[in-house]
């Protein structure tokens, strides 16, 4: 069911389970997502698809699905022919189409829906959202997020999914672009060990999230879920807000093969310990799918 009390007052009640990440759901499904828009290309090619991919996690255990406009920007898809306004249908229909799959999930406990935005380097698709540093000032980055953002807004999510955010200038900006759009937000960076992927203490970074009162919980995303300990007491000592936490499978991404290396060290094992850490909304990331989010559900209810 759609939920009747918000996000905010369940991350003060509890914990609450995130999903896991969308591309390799569908992948799983058999869907070619080799093209620069990801997963975004299926919002206008087979959007049923996306809900099924949503509905796969819902059933699993989530209670919050991440919508597939992660790589959905009006400069992403105008490379691809696709006009401004129906740019903007096709990223309200990633918010309608999570949704629809927790109308058709048919669960009794509460469902909320994330509207993701990706970081600048996402749009690129070359990378680049690994290392941060693209060379715009603070004002070029909030004038590229908030267009989208007021979109995304628009079509009614439950909370912004500001996600794997390289770089604490990149967070500047995104923090700037929600203001005013009455819609709750969550940050998260990706990081590596206990700085950003730029470079940044982390201490820093989330220190630019805890006066914001647009955000909800700030944490770390698409990162080794090693990471994930020292990030989430970090974020949970400097910002007092809950923590969400997201990681990887522990795979590593080759940019320029487009494919995934090496081997997985996430467990469900390490969920508690993330979890008295200070982690309120707990799932994953890429390369960890259903299973990994029922171990993860099963994890917390045990705990």
Not at 40 to 64: C, I, K, M, N, S
Not at 85 to 114: G, I, T
Not at 116 to 138: H, Q, W
Not at 199 to 204: D, H, S, V, W
Request: charged residues 20%.
């Amino acid at each position: 069911m759609t939920s009747t009390i918000t996000l905010a007052e369940a991350l003060a009640a509890g914990t609450v389970v995130l999903d896991g990440g969308m591309s390799n759901q569908l992948e799983s499904a058999g869907h070619d997502l080799s093209d620069e828009l990801w997963s975004a290309r299926l919002l206008a090619e087979q959007p049923d698809a996306v809900t099924e991919a949503h509905l796969a996690y819902f059933r699993a255990g989530a209670d919050v699905a991440i919508t597939a406009s992660y790589q959905a920007t009006f400069e992403g898809f105008a490379k691809r022919g696709i006009a401004r306004e129906r740019a903007a249908e096709l990223m309200a229909l990633s918010v309608e189409s999570a949704r629809e799959a927790a109308r058709r999930a048919r669960v009794p406990r509460p469902l909320w829906v994330a509207a993701s935005a990706g970081p600048y380097g996402a749009m690129l698709a070359d990378g680049s959202e690994y290392r941060g540093r693209y060379g715009l000032s603070v004002d070029e980055l909030e004038r590229f997020h908030r267009p989208r953002l007021e979109v995304l807004a628009a079509a009614g999510p439950d909370v912004l999914a500001l996600e794997t955010v390289p770089d604490a200038d990149e967070a500047a900006a995104l923090l700037r672009a929600v203001r005013g759009l009455g819609v709750p937000a969550w940050l998260t960076y990706s990081v590596a060990g206990d700085r950003t992927r730029a470079g940044q203490p982390l201490e820093e970074a989330f220190a630019l999230a805890a006066d914001a009162d647009e955000v909800i919980a700030v944490g770390v995303n698409c990162c080794a879920p090693q990471d994930v300990d020292g990030a989430a007491a970090t974020a949970a000592r400097v910002t007092g807000k809950p923590v969400v936490v997201y990681p990887n499978s522990g795979e590593t991404w080759d940019a320029e093969a487009r494919a995934w290396t090496g081997r997985s060290t996430f467990t469900v094992g390490q969920v508690k310990g993330w979890q008295q850490a200070g982690a309120r909304l707990i799932g994953g990331c890429c390369r960890v799918g259903p299973d990994g989010v029922a171990g993860i559900a099963e994890a917390l209810e045990a705990a």
